[in-house]
């Protein structure tokens, strides 16, 4: 056992773009355990585009990060030492935790994960924030219909493949928006979506007009920027705009500017609305069995982008922005030392 470990804490806000002198690896000490504490060690940790929303110091749903302390995120764990009662060594567990190799946490704070139920990882993924995501944003506010077209921006990452999954669950016909080729086959030769765009290529908005020949009902936005004003300019009257994420911007020191849509809105009675995944807390239980089920059932698949080592969390963040995911973005810090997982 080690005496000392490493956490990454937010050593600058960036300006644009982050880079690694953003980062700062701090050595600490392991502290002692109290009553109904557990000391964790990290197995998997999660990264995710909204948090460089977090590294800006604005007013938003979430406190922003604090410079010079650890940054936070989604962490599955292994429990190495135990003062809580219902906890023991081995236990697997998933919380929001310190991106840290140990954390020290009280057991009320994460909860436990089978791991003969499904893959540890899905647990960040696609049964865990970023499946209820999709799961809540397109059934609760794009409410699709069969027969209708639910357009998808962001189609081959985390929420967006699922998104369009579950759109095809409910009989819709989806149209994927990603940013290679690659990922362009993806979505149809894997997830059975019935027509995917490439909004790098120079024909993208020919292509996307193409793709849908009776226009746009439902529309599940992570991306923003030109993607979505190419996709808003298409909706039938009474569609439904999801806004999920605006990963476009998010790097942009200037404000995001883009055309005047309100009018797009009113002639066709349509509606766009904002969420985050904290607005359903009390019906997650709901969301996790309906997509456990569907994935036990082979109805869903998914894809992870593993970057392996502590090290390279920084880079694999980084990654999010050029688009070098597939699927979910983790972290595999290490193997779990008493658990089994076969």
């Known amino acids: 056992m080690p005496t000392t470990y490493k956490e990454i804490h937010l050593a600058n806000r960036p300006e644009g773009t982050p880079t690694n002198e ?21 197995l998997y940790l999660s990264v995710d585009p909204y ?46 935790l310190n991106w840290a190799e140990y954390n020290v946490a ?96 120079n024909n993208f908005k020919e292509d996307f007009k193409k793709a849908i020949p009776d226009g746009v009902d439902v529309y599940f936005d992570n991306v923003g920027g030109f993607v979505s004003d190419t996709v808003i300019f298409e909706i039938n009257r009474n569609a439904r705009i999801i806004v ?23 002639t066709t009675s349509s509606m766009m609305k904002g969420f985050t995944i904290g607005d359903y807390a009390q019906d997650f239980k709901t969301g996790a069995q309906d997509l456990a089920k569907w994935l036990q059932e082979g109805k869903l698949k998914y894809e992870e982008t593993i970057t392996e080592g502590f090290e390279r969390t920084p880079e694999a963040f980084l990654d999010l922005f050029e688009g070098n995911n597939l699927g979910k973005q983790l972290v595999k810090v290490a193997e779990p030392e008493f658990a089994s997982l076969s």
Do not use: H
Request: proline share 4%; aromatic share 8%; net charge neutral.
């Open 22 to 42: 953003d980062f700062a690896f701090i050595e600490k000490e392991f502290p002692s355990l109290a009553d109904g504490e557990l000391l964790l060690k990290t």
């Open 106 to 201: 009280n057991a009320k704070t994460v909860q436990k994960v089978d791991p003969a139920s499904a893959p540890i990882t899905t647990r960040l993924g696609i049964l865990g924030m970023t499946g209820l995501t999709a799961y809540f944003g397109l059934l609760d506010i794009g409410k699709p219909q069969e027969g209708e077209t639910v357009v998808v921006s962001g189609a081959a990452g985390a929420v967006g493949s699922v998104v369009g999954q579950i759109a095809k669950l409910k009989g819709a016909r989806v149209v994927g928006i990603a940013g290679s080729q690659d990922k362009i086959n993806y979505l149809i030769n894997e997830l059975g979506f019935d027509a995917a765009v490439n909004y790098k290529d």
């Open 51 to 96: 948090m460089r929303g977090r590294m800006r110091d604005v007013k938003s749903y979430v406190e922003p990060f604090k410079l010079n302390e650890a940054i936070a995120g989604g962490v599955l764990a292994e429990v190495v030492d135990s003062k809580a009662e219902g906890f023991k060594q081995g236990d697997i567990v998933t919380g929001r």
């Open 244 to 266: 999920c994420g605006t990963i476009s911007s998010y790097n942009n020191p200037e404000a995001d500017t883009g055309p005047r849509i309100q009018w797009k809105f009113i």
